[in-house]
Every structure is written in C-alpha cells, then in structure tokens.
C-alpha cells in the first residue's frame, strides 16, 4: 500500500526521519554533480567555438591530469598539433604561445570531467559503505556511474574524428552524440533528485490538460538542442545572419540541395540551421502557452512555479539565439546560448516532474 505521511514530523531517531535525511543528502549530492554537469556543458560549448578542443591529441585519463611542466614537453605536444590539418589550415604560425592559449581551456574541460568522475564516485562509496543508498536506487546510482564513463569515451571518439586529414573540426554526428550524452546524463541526475526530494506526487487536477501539452512541447526543446548541436557541428551560425528571414526568404532556397534528402537534415547548413529555427520557434512559443495558461489555471505551487520558469527561460534562450545569430556567434555568446539551453532543459524536467499523472489510490481491501 501506499505510503501516507504522518501528520506530524518522526522522532529524528526513528527509521522514517533516517531514511528522509538519507534521500535529502543524496539528493543533494546529486544535484551538485549535476551543476558541475552543467559547467561542463558550457566549458564544451567554449571549447568548441574557440577551435580549442583538437589541441590535446592524446588521450591519458591518468598521466593527463598534469599539464605539461616542462617545455620540452610543450614542445612535443605543439609537434603533434601541427600534423593536424587545423594547425595547417587554421593556426599556422600560432607558435607556442598561441597553442597555450587553446591547450589551457581543452586542460580545463577535461580536468573537469575527471572531477566530476571523483565528486560522483567518492560519495558513492561512503552513501553505499554506510547502508545510507534508499532502497531500489542502486542501480540508478550505478546507472549514472556508468552514464559518466560512457561520456568521456564519447568524447574521445568525438575529439579523434577532428584528427582526419582532410577535417579541421569534429564529426557533427559525434558532436551531437556528445552533448546528447551529456544531457541525458544532466536529465537523470536532476530527475533523481528531484524524486528523492519530493516523492509525492500532488499536481492539481487543473494540471491534467497542461500535462498532456508538457510531454510534446519537452520533445521539442530536446530537438530543438539536438539540431543546435548540428547548427554547432557544420558552424551553420556563420551563414544567413539575419532574421527572421534567411536570404530574403522564410524557408532558404537550398533547403533541399543534398540527395537523399534525408542528409539535408544534418549536412547542409541551409537546413540545417532552418530546423533549428522552426524547432525553437515552436517549443518556445508551447512553452509560452504552458506559461500563461499555468499562471491562469494552477494555484501557487510547485507546478505553477516550473511553468512560468519554462517559459522565461524559454524567451531568454530565444532571445540569446536571435542575438548570437545577428553578432555572428561570438565566442562568448555562443558559450552562453549553450549554457542556457542547460537551464532551459532544467525547467522542462522540474515541470514534468510537477505535472506528474497523481498516483490511483488503492483498491478495496
């Protein structure tokens, strides 16, 4: 049966108050790797946009961690750069000091990432050893562990394919696997914490309508952060600076170009930045509905409370997009644009989360 809260707070020594400190303190946790997550997301997001991220070639998860603390050591990393063809098509000439300047960031991004392994695993250990894991959570836990491995796996695989003699950026198709990754492990990190920290499920009846609207408006926003990976991945943000029309029109002339047409959907920067254009426009503009029509309908709460943030981030990353289209991605800006999107995804789980379909209550007997 269903678990029916008491009236009044557990003695802090009973079971009950044990097992709610233990779910507040690993969801606590959680959420602080999910911040270091998010951090990480807009760490990539720099490191992309200032060619940083091909400056590392080698792939050491323990003896990187270290910079190069020598210069003969700096000199063998610049060495290897410069076989790559963006050194020769890009930063030729740089010298040492200007591969400095890119390796410190890619440095950073990945010193980040292996913090992150530690700031997940190391509480891991001390929640388990301690029997302080809630029941049933384990293997989410574990889950999430392995999420984390997988995206530095990834994230190799993607840096290698810039490697390519004729390539001076990454595969598109492995970026957006990448930053998929990386929100899917963002998603299950705050949706964890959030089932620990409110586990009832209290949506008004108002919610209903609203929530049959949430679900395909959420499926847009992730769509819409997908195709801005492949807007990222062909540097598709450089061509058609203006809106809202593109070269004088709606839908672009070459929206169709490449055959099958299916790889206009992720190879031609036409299509590719239309997509992600109509698709912000329309989550955008269902994320504005559930707004208003939230602040309308739903009593102060939790649920109301997610909406109305749904839709105010939702203007501001719209807003950030238009900017960093019209300014020609400045580093800066783009960096925030992805940053953002991480907000934006944050307010579509917390109101999922809000809007959650109550529990049926228990049949006779």
Known sequence: MPFDPPSSPPPASSPLARDAA????????????????????????????????????????????????????????????????????????FGLE???????????HRL????????????LVWFWVRGRVPAGLKPRLVLLFLLGGAQGAVGWFMVASGFAPDSTAVSPYRLVAHLGLALLLYAVLI??????????????PAAAPLRRLAH???????????????????????D??????????????????????????????????????LLATLAGAGALVLAVWGLRVLPPGRARAALLALGGTAV????LGVATLLLVVPAWLGTLH????VAVLTAVLASLHALRRPRLPPGPG
């Open 22 to 93: 233990d779910r507040r303190a690993i969801a606590r946790w959680l959420l602080l790797v999910a911040a270091m997550v998010w951090i990480m997301v807009a760490l990539g997001g720099a490191t992309r946009l200032t060619g940083s991220g091909l400056s590392i070639m080698e792939w050491a998860p323990l003896s990187g961690t270290l910079p190069p603390l020598t210069h003969a050591e700096w000199q063998r990393l610049y060495d290897l750069y410069r076989t790559i063809p963006q050194y020769e098509l890009v930063n030729r000439g």
């Open 98 to 108: 200007g591969f400095q300047r890119i390796f410190w960031l890619e440095w950073g």
């Open 112 to 123: 980040w990432g292996r913090l992150i392994g530690l700031a997940f695993l190391l509480p």
């Open 191 to 204: 949706w964890t914490a959030m089932s620990l920290l409110h586990p009832e499920r209290d949506a008004p």
């Open 216 to 238: 395909p408006v959420a499926g847009l926003m992730v769509l819409a952060m997908l195709a801005g990976g492949f807007v990222a991945g062909l540097r598709a943000g450089l």
């Open 240 to 277: 058609y600076n203006t809106f809202p029309l593109m070269d004088g029109r709606l839908v672009p002339t070459g929206y169709a170009m490449l055959s099958p047409f299916w790889q206009n959907l992720t190879m031609n920067v036409a299509a590719v930045q239309f997509n992600h254009r």
């Open 316 to 319: 501001l990353q719209y807003a």
């Open 338 to 341: 992805q940053a953002v999107a």
